[in-house]
DNA sequence: CTGAAAGCGCTAACAC
DNA sequence: GTGTTAGCGCTTTCAG
């Protein structure tokens, strides 16, 4: 009792993390009996095995991860590589992704690449070091290097929020040169005959105007939209900025089509401030569907991505990798649909 | 030549990644010169280490982490554990922490504890056990267990977003009853009489409620404010209903302090829908000074914390932690401001 | 059910 | 400037 307490104190003073010789001293046993005692308590015999846990729980030891990963090469690590975690529009893709991993014991990682490859190629390179179970990353990974490397590493990767005809190993995405024409074609429908852009400045977006602009000449269009390329992380801000810059420079824009529901609602507010009455002067279609797209007055038509089956679908592609088991379907299309309120 | 893409092509079929042995072998050099051309390139000679960096780049080698954090135990990884991705109100720490780590060589790895103890402890678990460089908490650490681990890890911990008379280790926060009492007094100085409250349900939340509802007491108002409890995530949605909520119970309301930007934005957005001039007949303020709130109409006015400079504190105290240097100032109260825009 | 030995992949410390 | 040896803390494997 003393003796133990004596320890502690020591041991805290110096700051010096426990091992599991230290516990399996403590509580008179082997280390082995300890390392059991934490991850296969069945195979300890009660008595032993309260020994170990008091001692575990007064001691405050947590085990090693970095020893046990290196000697059993299972981190219980997924990482995740996002763009940014400004924006909204991946939350309920996280959030899943979160969650599905949570609930079947592994942990989620996150790291912030910032639309930049040379920043995600570091952070990529952070990321394999630590040889986690599975990387998601959002968006397809273009840089030879960083294919190489993940290729090289044997870890599962899923890439997502996109498709491309040559994945590094899974994928569940869409397509955002659909989303795009999929957008002109529904305003042209509406009755809308003269719309512009506003457009994120990620590759993405880039893509989405890109299918807006071809069905535009396909329903023979004049030959090239207004657009206002908004700075990345997309803001209501800049939602503002880009309706009066639009207005300004082009006349009779009678809809506009935003690369996210943040620029839309800056629209929004910017039309309401002019006294534009949306839709009948002004329609607006965002894209993310965000919590708060229905709640808006009136509330937002806007391109809904299932983010939640992404997270989960990836989640659950890396899992059974990890399990030894092989994936039916490794690449997937979730499509997308456009969600019909109030603005266009 | 040949040989090598040889044992190329049989690695990546066995999903085996390669060691430092392996590149040593094919570069001709020792383990321990790959080593050294990896992390201390100007310790070897510029023909070695071309051979070996030629190498590297040819199979994509990426050294285990584990293995090297283990023997050096630094892992230049910092954790930071959040209530909540869904909130945008941590982006700006979070943003400001992940660059200030960056800029010096260190990962964010981030968790996700979603307002609950057992969770919270859970998370802590594997984020020990990982044995970060340095550990970033949202709130204080309440649960025993968890301040132990935390404690007998010798693991450097900044708590942020709160005060307490008793951190784990180092501090850097506000007071969240002092918001609520300098809110209340804002408004009661402003001309407004009969406030009442939207409150996310997270503990910090309350915290404020609470400042909020003594400094009413101070100024001689009615014992108890209405108060409407909007469950955590703070949304769009719930400062609508809460609006709606608040009108139908208690009569007089002329104003509305939310615990969110979000929250406010809702309440706007309702009082609009209903026809109350805003701050006429209804005033907002807000808390957190979200990238929107300058920009709605009429724009917000908010109670703001320097989410930036949280975060580069708390970077900064971990980086110094993690080079040996001692904090001169482990706690710090970084206070906040009321922004005055238009909605009060 | 429990323990002893060996080794995961890397790098600190020490030779040369 | 380069190589050799040893060991970080854990868990796999094998013996008792």
Not at 216 to 223: I, N, S
């Amino acid at each position: 009792m003393t003796e133990w307490s004596g320890f502690l104190v020591h041991n805290l003073s110096m700051s010096q993390a426990f091992t599991v010789h230290d516990i399996a001293r403590l509580a008179g046993v082997s280390a082995m009996t300890v390392s059991r005692a934490l991850n296969h308590p069945e195979r300890v015999s009660p008595a032993l095995l309260a020994q170990v846990l008091e001692v575990v729980r007064r001691t405050g030891f947590v085990p090693n991860g970095m020893a046990g990963g290196l000697r059993s090469s299972r981190a219980r690590l997924v990482a995740a590589v996002l763009p940014t975690l400004v924006g909204p529009v991946f939350q309920e893709t996280i959030q899943s992704l979160n969650q599905t991993l949570d609930a079947h014991g592994y942990q989620l990682m996150i790291g912030q690449s910032g639309y930049n490859e040379s920043r995600e190629d570091a952070l990529l390179d952070a990321i394999i070091r630590r040889r986690p179970d599975g990387i998601v990353l959002t968006g397809i990974m273009h840089s030879a290097a960083g294919r190489r490397q993940l290729l090289a590493s044997g870890i599962p990767v899923v890439e997502t929020w996109d498709l491309t005809p040559t994945p590094i190993d899974m994928l569940v995405g869409f397509s955002n040169e659909e989303i795009g024409a999929s957008a002109c074609a529904y305003l042209q429908q509406r009755g809308y005959r003269r719309p512009a852009l506003i457009c994120g400045g990620d590759e993405r977006a880039q893509r989405r105007a890109a299918g807006f602009q071809r069905m535009a000449r396909t329903l023979g269009w004049e030959a090239e939209l207004p657009v206002y390329l908004a700075p990345a992380p997309a803001t209501l801000a800049s939602g503002r900025a880009g309706l009066s810059d639009l207005l300004a420079r082009a006349s009779g824009i009678d809809a506009v089509f935003c690369s996210s529901d943040m620029l839309a609602l800056g629209v929004l507010i910017e039309a309401q401030a002019r006294g534009l009455a949306v839709p009948q002067q002004l329609a607006i279609v965002g894209l993310g569907d965000l919590e708060f797209a229905a709640s808006l007055q009136p509330a937002l038509t806007t391109v809904r991505i299932d983010g939640t089956r992404i997270g989960q679908t990836a989640a659950h592609y890396i899992i059974d990798r990890a399990e030894g088991h092989a994936i039916a379907q490794p690449i997937v299309d979730i499509g997308f649909t456009i969600v019909e309120r109030a603005t266009a």
